[in-house]
């Protein structure tokens, strides 16, 4: 039931206003009654004589009001009066409240104008006591549900061709800036501005104006707008959005709330917004149907449906794009002409469009989105609009990918034949809609054979799509999520079932020429684990020709795959390594390789070597080799769990190597008994200790190379060229000179002298290292052999010996003499310091008081003489000519002595060292020729006194002695001595 409550006076009596009848629910309710009087009303305290008004508000969300107020009067129209004051006429506000709740609201909604016109024809009753009406009469209070039932009786929603010629008669009716005052009216509305009309001359009526505009907005909305209308005061009436004055013009100066659309004049009077023409909901849909009785007709059809029940429209709402798609459909589809066809569709079409992109700005999700869906999933301008924005945007507006998919998975199944048939023919759209899971949307009962050959369909677009857009840009991160989601797809595996069906999808995706790089893709997102299953198919593809030209590997495995696959497996990882696969790929493909032909073990042991070698280098993070670490292998061979159980599996001494190599994996012995193992030819064995474990046993893989040399010198260019000799280090061949296998070391050293000119750089440091130990080597064996002698002329040639030190060179002098080594041998030394010189002279000296034989003590001489300073080297003479045993040897002595420019004082000095018992006469033109030289007393006396020794020994020499001293100069002598000699001779008849 409605409820109603009357503000106004009783007849007869004296009782000034009040409440003076309402339903029982508002009996109790004094303040809300008395506040709402204060506001809701048309006119001051004063009144304005015989005037009437009528009224529509909202009174808040759940409650609609419908007041009119008026002079009291009787069922004849005749005027009441109170007892105030004497008789006197009073005015009665008569509301009656809805309830949205529990009224139908949608009655209202309609048109709430032609209700407001009823309740002004309604004499409201009167009253001579609270509730007690003397008009109507009725003893049980139904007056009330009569009062409603006059009013509400239904009205016709249809909207007729007259009516939708008025208003397009209205909206043609413009002021003077060629605006329709319609739409002005309307637009004012919409933007909160409020609105006075006027009964103007010229004027169609403004009551029928506003009835009319009414019906251009959504029936939710109609009921939100307040309307007044009557004898009204403006400035009395704020809670109206629209007053209609039906008495006169309305007083200046307008309050700042209103305008006025004077359109007896043609003008707006007033401040207004200069946007209201130009509202949103004006531009999209009423200035594109007011051109049309028809469009209008239409247009107030749809907006008739949309009654409070169905979707609650505020002023707002009319703004927001989430709002606004329900009012696309209210547009016309399908006009009279073929260009208002077209206009309007791409009018629909471009709405969706800008409507849809404004929503995502606020809505990303998708479960936003799916009332939407379900409200417009069979709009074909919808619809239209999603692949205009795709075709648009593509990838890079998602949601137009999702909405599509979802109008897909949401329409019948004979729509979605259709809509798929579209699908196909827009570029990238097929892709994109797999990408998203296209072919996992559709629930299992829905499939058949047509839905299935839709989705193939859209398959092989998506494919050729993928190629025409980014195989030929050679990106191939499209591709690659592609055939990821056919693939993780359920659909996708019964779609294309076998491996043939497969293969020809991925054909499709190829370019007549793909590079390097997008073959290679293809191959580790597709291939790589499909190619134990390689048929006629693949080898007659065109994928396999380029495949063929680029990789070698590919090449190389084909051979043998084709003519016995057995042997094609140690061909493997070099397609794993050509083409990048990661270790999850490896694993995959050579375990389908094992487990499909299931060879012999021996035959498969590069695909073995090579996944220890990626557990060892392989860096998961980087998925790149990185430096070797052994203790990593029983942690990272797990990423190859697959093909390594196989191995195990199939062999139990293999299983017991790996095992120990698993709880030890850094230890040589266990390296070392599974290379073995691995490669028992000894060329092949040192080749995988290096491939696998470079520098890790470098030391190890040296001396087994060393071995090898040993046994066969052929492999000498292939040891210069190998891994271990090319990162040898100075310590390594430090650590191999101190073993106790010299044979080797010797080797060693061989072949670092040999390959010296050309690495000098990496061997120069090297050289010092080793004369020091073979100097050390031969000390101990006091020999050199013949073999040797090459090795250690080459040693201490000058372009070696440069980089030597003084006192490493002492050391090969040291060896040089203890060896008997001599002239052949020329050591060349740098400016020696004093100390160096006392060194050199020890070692001399040293040597030389350890050789037996005269000769060698000569040969030593002759050899120092071009390293010792000469004070030394006359230390050296001076020792030998006292091992001299002749006076030839002396004499060859006296001979080295001046050849290596020693002076007469030196070589007295040396002479009077002769030993008594080898003085005789052969040694007398020596001692003459030196005694009659400058003479020194010192050394001259000496050598007389050897004259005077060989005269007492040699007595037939002594007249030849006796001329000799005769003629000497006495005065540098030793005079005494010479008497003595002299009469000596004279005594024995020498001398006359």
Known sequence: MYSQLIHGKFCGKNSGYRLIACTPDYENNTEFIYILFRKYHFWGPQGVGDGKAIGIFQLDANRLVLVKAALAEDENQQLLSSADRDVRHFYQHHYILADRVTENIELLETNPVDFLLRFLDRTSPYFADFNQPIYPHSANGSFWEQIISEIFQPTSSEITADRANKIKQFSDDIDNQARSFLLLTLGAILTGQKIILTIDNNASDPIDLVSNLLLLLPASYRTKIAISIGTVEENQCLWADIIIKTDQEPAYPLAEEFIWLDRDRKKVVGKHDPDIYNHRYLNDFVKKVCNSPEFIEHFIKHLNSLFSSVRNFTRDDLQQASSLIYFISGLPEDPKEAQEIQELQKHKIDLWCNYIAEIYENHSNTDYWQPII??????????????????????SFPIAVELILLVIQKVGIEQAYQKLEEVKQIEGLPSALIKIGLLNRFPSELENSVLNQHLVDICEE?????RDRYLVKDSVVEFDALINFLQKSNRYQRLFSSAKEKFELLSKALKPELSTKTIKSIFNQYLAIKLPYADEQFFNSDLYRQTLEKFFSIKNWTKYFTADKTKSFNYLPAIAQEMELNYEKTDLMYANFLDVFSPPPENTYEILIDIIKKAITFDISTEKDSNIELKSFPSKIKLFSTTYQWFKNNNAELEKRLKSLENASEKWNNWDALITFLKVIPMENILLVEDLLKNAFLKKSLLKWLKLLKADSSFKEDFFNSYSWNNIQLETISDLTRTEEGQWNKLLTCLVVERFTQEKERLVNVIPTLLNYLCQLYFQEKSISIEDRELWIRLIEPSFLKYLS?????????????????????????????TQQKALYSIAKNKFDLVDNLNDKFQLFQDIYKYLAKDHLKKIAIDLIEFCSTPNEISSLVKLCQKFDFDNRDIKEILTKVK?????????????????????????????????????????????????????????????????????????????
């Open 916 to 992: 008594k018992q080898v003085c005789g006469y052969s040694l007398l033109d020596l001692l003459f020729s030196y005694l009659e030289l400058e003479p020194i007393y010192e050394y001259d006396k000496k050598l007389i006194e050897m004259l005077f020794f060989i005269s007492i020994t040699n007595q037939e020499q002594n007249k030849k002695i006796g001329i000799f001293l005769r003629n000497y100069n006495y005065e540098c002598a030793n005079l005494k001595l010479i008497k003595l000699i002299n009469d000596k001779l004279i005594e024995q008849q020498y001398l006359n």
């Open 374 to 395: 379900d409200d417009f999933k069979d709009a074909d301008d919808f619809w239209q609009a999603l692949l205009k924005l795709f075709q648009e945007h593509g990838e």
């Open 806 to 834: 003084n006192v490493e060179r002492l050391n090969i002098f040291s060896l040089k003499w203890h060896l008997k080594i001599y002239s052949d041998f020329i050591i060349t030394l740098q400016p020696l310091d004093d």
């Open 462 to 466: 998506s494919i050729k799509d993928i």
